[in-house]
C-alpha cells in the first residue's frame, strides 16, 4: 500500500510540474503573440542591470542584521533560563531559611525552658533531614542557574551591541522590496521582457489566480538574488546553498523553490 502512495505521489509531482511548464510556456506564446509579433520595439526589463548600490546595500543590511538576530536566544529559551536562575534563587532562599530554623531549635534545646527544649528536640531530626535535602538539591540548580546566567549574560551582550543592527532590518527589508518591486510593476504593465531566469521560474505576468502571491514571491526572489550575488540566466535562485551556507540562506531557497514549485 505504502508503494502505491508513494508512486501516486510521484506522479502527482509530474503533473504539477508539467502543469506548471505549461503556464510558462503558454504566457511566453501569449506574450509572443500580443507584444513580440505586433510591436516593433519590445520593451526590456533587464532587473540585474536594474540592481545598484543603494539596493545592495540595503539587501547587506538586511543580511547582517538578520544573521545577529539568528544568534539571539527566543522567547521561550529566555524565559526557561531565566526561571532556572530564579528556581536556584528560592532555592537559597529556602535553604538560609531551613538553616536559620535548625540553629533556632539548637539554640531553644540547649535552653533553660525544659518543655520548649523538649519540643524542639522533636522537631530537630526532621528540620535537619530537609536541611540536608536542600543541600543535595543544591549542586545541580547551582550549575544549571550558572549556565543560564551565562547564556542570558551573552544574549545581553549581542543585543547591546547590535541592536542598532537588528533595529534597521525591517525598515531596510521595506525599502529593498519597495525598490524591487517598483521595477517588477513596471515591466509587467508595459508588457515588458524580462530576463531568462525570470521568465523561465515566474513567467512573463501573474497568474489570474495569485496574482499577489506571484508579485511577493518575484520580488523576494529578486532580492535573495541581490544578496547572495546570484548572476546565473539560467536559474532563478542559482546553485543550492552548500552545508557551509548560513541558515538563513539555507531555508530562504528551499521556501522560495517550494513557492516557485506552487505557481502552476
Same mark, same amino acid.
Given at each position: 500500500?505504502?508503494?502505491?502512495?508513494?508512486?501516486?505521489?510521484?506522479?502527482?509531482?509530474?503533473?504539477?510540474?508539467?502543469?506548471?511548464?505549461?503556464?510558462?510556456?503558454?504566457?511566453?506564446?501569449?506574450?509572443?503573440?500580443?507584444?513580440?509579433?505586433?510591436?516593433?520595439?519590445?520593451?526590456?526589463? @533587464? #532587473?540585474?542591470? %536594474?540592481?545598484?548600490?543603494?539596493? *545592495? /546595500?540595503?539587501?547587506?543590511?538586511?543580511? &547582517?542584521?538578520? !544573521?545577529?538576530?539568528?544568534?539571539?536566544?527566543?522567547?521561550?529559551?529566555?524565559?526557561?533560563?531565566?526561571?532556572?536562575?530564579?528556581?536556584?534563587?528560592?532555592?537559597?532562599?529556602?535553604?538560609?531559611?531551613?538553616?536559620?530554623?535548625?540553629?533556632?531549635?539548637?539554640?531553644?534545646?540547649?535552653?533553660?525552658?525544659?518543655?520548649?527544649?523538649?519540643?524542639?528536640?522533636?522537631?530537630?531530626?526532621?528540620?535537619?533531614?530537609?536541611?540536608? @535535602? #536542600?543541600?543535595? %538539591?543544591?549542586?545541580?540548580?547551582? *550549575? /544549571?542557574?550558572?549556565?543560564?546566567?551565562? &547564556?542570558?549574560? !551573552?544574549?545581553?551582550?549581542?543585543?547591546?551591541?547590535?541592536?542598532?543592527?537588528?533595529?534597521?532590518?525591517?525598515?531596510?527589508?521595506?525599502?529593498?522590496?519597495?525598490?524591487?518591486?517598483?521595477?517588477?510593476?513596471?515591466?509587467?504593465?508595459?508588457?515588458?521582457?524580462?530576463?531568462?531566469?525570470?521568465?523561465?521560474?515566474?513567467?512573463?505576468?501573474?497568474?489570474?489566480?495569485?496574482?499577489?502571491?506571484?508579485?511577493?514571491?518575484?520580488?523576494?526572489?529578486?532580492?535573495?538574488?541581490?544578496?547572495?550575488?546570484?548572476?546565473?540566466?539560467?536559474?532563478?535562485?542559482?546553485?543550492?546553498?552548500?552545508?557551509?551556507?548560513?541558515?538563513?540562506?539555507?531555508?530562504?531557497?528551499?521556501?522560495?523553490?517550494?513557492?516557485?514549485?506552487?505557481?502552476?
Amino acid at each position: 500500500m505504502g508503494d502505491v502512495e508513494a508512486e501516486l505521489n510521484a506522479v502527482r509531482a509530474d503533473i504539477g510540474e508539467l502543469l506548471r511548464a505549461l503556464r510558462l510556456v503558454g504566457q511566453q506564446v501569449s506574450w509572443l503573440m500580443d507584444n513580440a509579433l505586433i510591436t516593433p520595439d519590445v520593451p526590456v526589463c @533587464d #532587473l540585474d542591470a %536594474d540592481v545598484d548600490e543603494a539596493m *545592495v /546595500a540595503l539587501a547587506a543590511t538586511v543580511e &547582517r542584521g538578520e !544573521g545577529i538576530q539568528s544568534q539571539l536566544l527566543d522567547g521561550v529559551t529566555r524565559n526557561e533560563l531565566l526561571l532556572a536562575v530564579d528556581r536556584h534563587a528560592e532555592w537559597q532562599r529556602r535553604l538560609d531559611d531551613q538553616y536559620a530554623a535548625v540553629v533556632a531549635l539548637s539554640g531553644t534545646v540547649a535552653a533553660d525552658d525544659e518543655p520548649a527544649a523538649l519540643r524542639a528536640a522533636e522537631e530537630f531530626p526532621a528540620a535537619t533531614q530537609a536541611l540536608r @535535602d #536542600l543541600e543535595e %538539591d543544591g549542586p545541580q540548580l547551582q *550549575v /544549571a542557574a550558572r549556565n543560564a546566567a551565562q &547564556r542570558l549574560h !551573552g544574549d545581553d551582550e549581542i543585543r547591546r551591541e547590535h541592536g542598532g543592527d537588528i533595529d534597521a532590518v525591517a525598515d531596510a527589508w521595506q525599502q529593498l522590496c519597495r525598490r524591487l518591486r517598483a521595477t517588477i510593476d513596471e515591466g509587467v504593465a508595459k508588457h515588458a521582457l524580462f530576463p531568462a531566469w525570470f521568465r523561465n521560474s515566474l513567467g512573463l505576468s501573474p497568474p489570474q489566480d495569485q496574482p499577489t502571491r506571484w508579485f511577493e514571491l518575484a520580488t523576494e526572489v529578486r532580492a535573495y538574488r541581490i544578496t547572495y550575488g546570484i548572476v546565473a540566466d539560467d536559474s532563478a535562485l542559482g546553485a543550492m546553498p552548500g552545508g557551509d551556507s548560513s541558515q538563513r540562506r539555507r531555508a530562504w531557497y528551499w521556501r522560495l523553490s517550494a513557492g516557485l514549485a506552487r505557481l502552476t
